[in-house]
C-alpha cells in the first residue's frame, strides 16, 4: 500500500528530490550537445531589497545575467556556448550575424568569434532612423568593432536573413566556411542556454530554500523565452514565466516564442511537449518601437540605478523593468512573494543613448 504523504516537512523534502532528478535529467539531455565555455556561469541571484520596500508587492530578485563575462556580459553568451561548438562542429572559419544597431547580440558574437579565432561579420539593420553620432558610433558599434568584426548597415525593413545569405555566399565563393547565426541567436541550438538557465535558477533557489513564483524578463527575437519555456517544462516547474515585449504585438511575439519552444524541446530529443498556455508576452511597454526610448524606460533605469546600483540598458531591460514595475502597482503579482526579474545585460548600449536621461553635468 502507498503511503500517504501529508506532512508539509515531507511534502517539501519529496519535493526537494523531485527537483534535484529533474535537474540531473535536464543536465544529462543538455550534455548531449557540442558546448563551449564562454560566460561566467552560474550567475548570481541576488535580492533586490531597495526596489522592493520601494515599490511594495512581492520581494523582488535579480538573476545576473549581465555577469556571464563575455565583452561586458549578457544573455546571449548562454546561446553562443551551443551555437559557436555548432560552428566548430562544422568546421566554420567565419561567422555571420545581423541586429539592430545597439544589439547586444552582436557584441557579444563578436567577442566570441575574437576569443575561438573566428572572422566575424556583422549586418546591422538601422530600425530606428537615428544618425546621432553616440547611436550609430558608441556602445555596442564601438564594442563590435573594438573586437575586429566589420560592420555593415542596411536599411530597416531589409531581409536581413535574406542579406546573411548573400553574403554567405559572397564568402563561400571566395573559398571561405560561413556560419550563419540568426538575431539574437534566436533558434532551436541557441535556445539551448535557456534552457540550461532555467535549470540553473532552479537549483539555486532549492539550494536556498526559496520558492519562486515569478520570472520576469525583456523578450524579443524570441530565444531566450523560448527556451526557458521549454527548460521550465522539462523541469515540471510551476514558476510563471512572463515576457515583457520590446518589439512585437502580443500575439505575434507570443507566436514566435511557442514556435522556438516547440523546436527546441523537439531538438531536445526527450518527447518533451510544449503547452501553448506556457507562453506569455506583456507588449504594452514597446512604445513607439523597437529600440526608442519611453519615459517608462528611462524612470526605471533611473530608479534601479539609484536604488540598487544596477545598470540596464535602453533596448530590452529597461522596457522589461518598466513592465515589472506597472504591473506590480496593478497588483498583478498580488499574493506571490518572490519575483525574479532576468537581467539580460546591455549596458553598454546606455552610451549609444546618452542624451534621454537629462542628467546634468559637474557640480562645481
Known sequence: MNEVIDHPAQRSAVQSDLTASLCKELSLTLAQFPRVSLGHFPTPLEPMDRLSEKLGGPRLWVKRDDCTGLSTGGNKTRKLEFLMADALKAGADTI??????????????????????LDCKILLEDRTGSNAENYILNGNVLLDRLHGAPVSKRAGGTDMNAEMEVLADTL?????????????????????????????????????????????????????????????????????????????????????????????????????????????????????GYGLPTEG????????????????????????????????????????????????????????????????????
Open 96 to 117: 555571420i550575424t545581423q541586429g539592430a544597431t545597439q544589439s547586444n547580440h552582436a557584441r557579444q558574437t563578436a567577442a566570441a568569434a575574437a576569443k575561438l579565432g
Open 172 to 288: 563561400r565563393d571566395g573559398g571561405k566556411n560561413p556560419y550563419v547565426i540568426p538575431g539574437g541567436g534566436s533558434n532551436a541550438i541557441g535556445a539551448l542556454g535557456y534552457v540550461n538557465c532555467a535549470r540553473e535558477l532552479v537549483e539555486q533557489a532549492s539550494d536556498v530554500g526559496m520558492e519562486i513564483d515569478a520570472l520576469v524578463h525583456a523578450t524579443g527575437s524570441s530565444g531566450t523565452q523560448a527556451g526557458l519555456v521549454a527548460g521550465l517544462a522539462a523541469l515540471q516547474s510551476s514558476i510563471h514565466l512572463l515576457g515583457i515585449g520590446v518589439r512585437a504585438p502580443q500575439e505575434k511575439q507570443e507566436g514566435m516564442v511557442f514556435d522556438v519552444a516547440v523546436k527546441t524541446a523537439a531538438h531536445m530529443g526527450t518527447g518533451l511537449q510544449i503547452e501553448r498556455d506556457r507562453v506569455r508576452a506583456n507588449c504594452d511597454f514597446v512604445g513607439p
Open 297 to 364: 524606460m528611462v524612470e526605471a533605469i533611473k530608479l534601479l540605478a539609484r536604488t540598487e546600483g544596477l545598470l540596464f540598458d535602453p533596448v530590452y531591460s529597461g522596457k522589461g523593468l518598466d513592465g515589472l514595475i506597472k504591473l506590480i502597482a496593478d497588483g498583478y503579482f498580488d499574493g506571490m512573494s518572490n519575483v525574479v526579474f532576468l537581467h539580460t545585460g546591455g549596458s553598454a548600449g546606455l552610451f549609444g543613448y546618452p542624451d534621454i536621461f537629462g542628467l546634468p553635468g559637474y557640480e562645481i
